[in-house]
């Protein structure tokens, strides 16, 4: 089955720049999309299609896919893009939804 | 406003069976497929099943495979998950989704938390 692998954790201080990766075999022939969930709520899509944002997302969150890593790009870190983090593809091999494991996102 | 509300959670004995609705609306509730995802507190996230928009195909983890079932009525706007044979590791919060247009999921109901004890 597709595995997607991201690092359990990520730190960044406010303002700088915080990327969050995604490893898969060939994930740059998938569409990644990538939610952002907080404490106590439920998931919310932050990026489609590897790139694209959903009505209401900040600009600041971007997104990329090459080879065999995709990319969640955040800019300008802020306090409350403090968050997990997860990426998610479509196996079409098998008519499965992945996720990966997550990352947790730290403003420092 | 789309609206998507889990019910049917509890705590339920190893062997046993409960079944979860999810309640639409603010949409047209035939026009998308739908998913169930699951969460065991303190974890990631973990697809669970899909069911297309009229029902006619559907898919599940392997996890779930042969013990749980996905169905839809699209007159009552509801989505199902039917879970039988629960096992300990199935406890978790349930979570419905829409899924928006190629597998990804643009709302999401609040979740509903089984828990499989003894």
């Known amino acids: 089955s597709y595995v997607l692998t991201q690092p359990p954790s990520v730190s960044v201080a406010p303002g700088r720049t915080a990327r969050i990766t995604c490893g898969g075999n060939?994930?740059?022939?998938?569409?990644v999309h990538w939610y952002q969930q907080k404490p106590g709520q439920a998931p919310v899509l932050v990026i489609y299609y590897d790139s694209d944002r959903p009505s209401g997302i900040p600009e600041r969150f971007s997104g990329s896919n090459s080879g065999d890593t995709a990319t969640l790009t955040i800019s300008r870190v802020e306090a409350g893009d403090e968050a997990d983090y997860y990426c998610?593809?479509?196996?079409?091999?098998?008519?499965?939804?992945?996720f990966g494991g997550g990352t947790k996102l730290t403003v420092l | 406003e789309v609206q998507l509300v889990e019910s049917g959670g509890g705590l339920v004995q190893p062997g046993g069976s409960l079944r979860l609705s999810c309640a639409a609306s603010?949409?047209?509730?035939?026009?998308?497929?739908m998913h169930w995802v699951r969460q065991v507190p303190g974890k990631g996230l973990v697809w669970v099943s899909f069911i297309n928009r009229d029902g006619s195909s559907t898919s599940y983890a392997d996890s779930v495979e042969g013990r749980f079932t996905i169905s839809r009525d699209n007159a009552k706007n509801t989505l199902y998950l039917q879970m039988n044979s629960l096992r300990a590791e199935d406890t978790a919060v349930y979570y419905c989704?829409?899924?928006?247009?190629?597998?990804?999921?643009?709302?999401w109901g609040q979740g509903t938390l089984v828990t499989v004890s003894s």
């Open positions: 060939k994930i740059v022939s998938k569409s």
């Open positions: 989704a829409r899924d928006r247009r190629i597998r990804d999921f643009d709302y």
């Open positions: 998610q593809v479509w196996d079409s091999s098998r008519d499965h939804v992945v």
């Open positions: 603010g949409f047209t509730f035939s026009s998308y497929w």
